[in-house]
């Protein structure tokens, strides 16, 4: 074991300096912290029991799942606790903050280089190979959910909805839950009727794959319902074609064996690691270089993220408050 994994992190929260917020949700948020007794610099997830009442079985599974999780390329909570009523999850810092962050502030386009893309899916496939190994299912595999650390260290994190699919060891079993991002959402989750298993993450890691080359997920702009009736009645995306980026033959086919409508035709995140694509894949150090390097830090990139949408909200008009009102109707949705 190495030394890192000795640490006894402390369960109380006066053992804990909170500094400013690097992200936040519905209900809960997400802030940059010292652990005191540590001399060391975390990440703090504060749940809301209270607004999550709805949800304690997700949160609880969450937590488990990121105590339980051991592999490089996927975020392992250090110890969870209670706090009134808050739950407190303790995490390693990632200081780069997620893909779709570093996007929004430096690569509005996407990412320019594809071997910075080989890079971060190559990273996450090996988590995603790990944790269906181990019997989970992420269901939501997106750029929000990729985070890089300050030495360019790549993790797949946000286990809300991760699934465990061994129950009584029988490794067939099919979920039928219905939950995830809707653009990222395999059309087997979408159609609710045969089930659905690892193959589901492998769809929306195929997605994922198109959001960091465009900046977005396609269908981004539309509501949920369109999002769903192009899901399952137009052909799967592709790569756009653009002047400006020109990609490899073998990025996009490594992205179309992905985006097939039946999942048995998909590959295993095992065997899509062998895809020639991922031989352009680089160091840690090449990410730090590419896309960390004169980043500002995660608490201002945030606060200007934050400016911006408020601003978007006035010009369009948009009450103050409709998209949190909105997503929880979303979330809603979902949980029935």
Same mark, same amino acid.
């Given at each position: ?21 690097? /992200?936040? @949700? ?6 940059? !912290?010292?652990? +005191? ?5 975390? &990440? =703090? %997830? ?86 269906? /190994?181990? @019997? ?6 997106? !750029?929000?959910? +990729? ?5 360019? &260290? =790549? %993790? ?96 996009? !086919? ?83």
């Amino acid at each position: 074991m190495g030394e890192k994994e000795k640490k006894r992190y402390p369960i109380r929260a006066e053992d804990y300096k909170l500094h400013e917020e690097v /992200g936040h @949700g519905v209900s809960a948020t997400v802030y940059r !912290a010292q652990c +005191i007794p540590l001399n060391e610099t975390v &990440a =703090i %997830k504060i749940i809301d029991l209270e607004k999550s009442s709805g949800d304690l079985g997700n949160i609880s599974r969450e937590a488990q799942t990121m105590i339980l999780v051991d592999h490089p390329n996927l975020l392992k909570a250090h110890c969870t606790f209670a706090n009134d009523h808050n739950l407190w999850v303790v995490m390693p810092y990632m200081a780069g903050g997620s893909c779709l962050h570093i996007m929004k502030h430096a690569h509005p386009n996407g990412f320019e280089e594809e071997a910075v893309i080989a890079t971060i899916l190559r990273e996450v496939l090996k988590g995603m190979s790990y944790l269906h /190994g181990q @019997g989970f299912i992420h269901r939501d595999v997106k !750029a929000g959910n +990729i985070l890089v650390d300050s030495r360019g &260290a =790549i %993790k797949l994190g946000d286990f809300g909805v991760s699934a465990y699919l061994f129950d009584s060891g029988d490794r067939q079993r099919m979920r039928n839950t219905f939950v995830g991002t809707p653009c990222w959402m395999a059309p087997e989750v979408m159609e609710q009727l045969n089930g659905y298993d690892f193959k589901a993450d492998m769809w929306s890691f195929g997605i994922t794959a198109l959001e960091l080359a465009h900046g977005h997920a396609p269908f981004s702009k539309y509501p949920p319902m369109k999002v769903f009736l192009m899901t399952m009645q137009n052909a799967p995306p592709v790569l756009h074609i653009n002047r400006e980026k020109k990609f490899s033959k073998s990025f996009r !086919a490594m992205i179309s064996t992905c985006l097939v409508k039946n999942p048995q035709a998909r590959p295993s995140a095992e065997r899509l690691l062998r895809h020639s694509f991922f031989k352009q894949a680089r160091s840690q150090d090449y990410i730090v270089r590419t896309i960390l390097e004169g980043l500002p830090t995660l608490g201002d990139r945030l606060k200007e993220l934050k400016l911006k949408e408020d601003d978007m909200i006035e010009q369009k008009k948009i009450p103050d408050g409709k998209k949190e009102e909105m997503s929880q109707v979303w979330l809603i949705l979902l949980i029935r």
